[in-house]
């Protein structure tokens, strides 16, 4: 087990940099991430995403202790401390009609997450992940309807980029009431910054005045999460178990910074220093209305064989607001299907028995609507589980998740830009009993 526990440590310590490196850098390249607050980031574990998302009414998956941010209710269900610490990537394809695809692909933390069981029916988590990335860049060329000489071509670019991100930090509890109720509650501290640059450049007209708009958001705030889970008992083993969680429609509060500035390129095309700042501004503390999200689910399981649930989620994205200004969002609405299988816990001979193989579909009709089209998401995942080796002995319990989500959103219709992807994902899980008092005879 030594080697396992340093191999943890080991790896944790890797997500801890990469998560202080990422917070600098832009984690994705979607130009649907210029909407709202960025990217939400879905907040799953592997082992949750492997199955679709579903996530409002598990707890325990595959045997082992699993943490559920989504629904604060299954820490109750939490008895052996458990670490859960990952990393993911995605491979982006962004078509265009009339345009070549481009491709790209990111490197980020998912999360870093812990439970400590507190009572028999109680645990405490606490852990840190994304809640929102940005980052994109693009161009549009348009006409210059007002021509300033002869020698200007009417060609105008419009360029858009933005990058950075919100960070998620929770501390939750949760707790059984009798045999079939689990409640729980979070309360996370959102933070980070949103820049956005929209450039407007004459390219083909030598000397000309080019200029920048540039605001800058930095965000900070707390936001809370509640849930709870009922479970309808047909055997020892088998259990329904139905889900409620929510994220509460609570305020954040945010400074921008907003520049206006002129420039010029040389004749090389590279960008000179501003030749002034027409708008230099930073705005007194304002506030960010967010939505709130409600997560509905159901799961039937066999322990220790197979699970399998859905998940539907609304969001009331048409409130949110950054100071004062509603940001043109439409209500969202997303269905989970999905289950896992593991053949044989018990087998000592064969490997693959022992692993849990998952498979799940996404149906996501997203908060974004542009050119009177509403932006929709289709996705079908799959994982594993693989379970380490360990002393029969001891009472820790290693499992490495990992997923996949190959996906597309978006469509070719009116101009628009579709994203076809594939997310990976890898967790390491522990499972061990600490701060347990032994007795002696």
Not at 228 to 251: C, E, P, R, W
């Amino acid at each position: 087990m030594i080697k396992y526990t340093r191999l943890f440590i080991t790896f944790l310590l890797a997500v801890i940099v990469l998560q202080a490196r990422s917070q600098s850098t832009a984690t994705t390249s979607s130009p649907y991430s210029s909407f709202g607050l960025g990217d939400i980031s879905n907040q799953l574990l592997p082992q949750n995403i492997g199955m679709g998302g579903i996530a409002t009414a598990t707890n325990t998956i595959g045997g082992y202790n699993s943490i559920n941010v989504i629904n604060p209710a299954s820490y109750g269900k939490i008895t052996f401390t458990t670490i859960d610490a990952g990393l993911s990537s995605n491979v982006l394809t962004l078509s265009k009609n009339g345009m070549p695809n481009e491709r790209d692909a990111n490197f980020k933390l998912s999360h870093i997450a812990f439970a400590f069981p507190v009572t028999k029916h109680s645990a405490l988590s606490f852990g840190l992940m994304p809640y929102s990335e940005l980052g994109y860049s693009y161009k549009t060329v348009r006409s210059n309807p007002t021509p300033v000489s002869a020698v200007d071509t009417n060609v105008v670019n419009d360029i858009y980029s933005g990058e950075g991100g919100l960070s998620k930090a929770y501390l939750g509890y949760g707790f059984g009431i009798g045999k079939h109720l689990l409640i729980g509650a979070n309360v996370s501290y959102i933070f980070g910054n949103l820049k956005q640059d929209q450039s407007t450049e004459i390219p083909l007209l030598y000397g000309t005045l080019d200029s920048r708009i540039e605001q800058d958001n930095h965000i900070r705030g707390l936001n809370y999460d509640y849930g709870v889970q009922y479970s309808i008992d047909f055997s020892d083993k088998k259990h329904l178990t139905l889900g409620y969680s929510a994220s509460a429609n609570s305020k954040l509060n945010v400074k921008s910074t907003y520049i206006v500035s002129q420039y010029t390129r040389d004749a090389s095309g590279n960008e000179n220093v501003p030749a002034d700042s027409l708008v230099n501004t930073q705005s007194p503390s304002g506030k960010i209305q967010l939505p709130q999200i409600n997560h509905f689910g159901i799961v039937f399981q066999r322990d220790d064989k197979f699970m399998i649930g859905a998940d539907y989620t609304m969001g009331k994205w048409s409130d949110l607001s950054i100071a004062g200004v509603n940001q043109g969002l439409q209500d969202s609405k997303m269905f989970n299907i999905g289950g896992q299988i593991t053949p044989n816990v018990n087998a000592l001979s064969n490997f693959w028995a022992l692993m849990d193989y998952r498979l799940g579909a996404i149906y996501e009709q997203t908060y974004i609507n542009t050119g009177n089209v509403n932006i929709k998401r289709y996705a079908a995942t799959f994982g594993l589980g693989i379970p380490l080796p360990h002393d029969r002995a001891s009472s820790a319990f290693y499992k490495i998740n990992f997923s996949a989500e190959v996906g597309q959103r978006g469509t070719l219709t009116n101009g628009l830009i579709k994203e076809n992807y594939v997310n990976f994902h890898l967790g390491f899980t522990l499972n061990d009993r600490w701060f347990q008092r032994y007795k002696f005879e």
